[in-house]
């Protein structure tokens, strides 16, 4: 039983998270992030590489 509630905190936990989390709205977003892939520069992709190497 005490197994169960550990497995339901978590999921509630998980699940609060989740929905806490911040995300942009599309009007909040910088100028980079709004550009389309295929039109990132030299500068826009290391921005790109540094957040994904932290």
């Not at 005490?2 to 995300?23: D, Y």
Request: hydrophobic share 45%; aromatic share 12%; proline share 2%.
């Amino acid at each position: 039983m005490k197994g169960r509630h550990v497995s339901v905190a978590v999921f509630l936990a998980l699940c609060v998270t989740a929905s806490v989390a911040k995300k942009f709205k599309n009007e909040e977003k910088p100028a980079w992030a709004k550009k389309d892939i295929r039109d990132y520069n030299e500068a826009d992709l290391e921005r790109l590489y540094d957040q994904w190497e932290i």
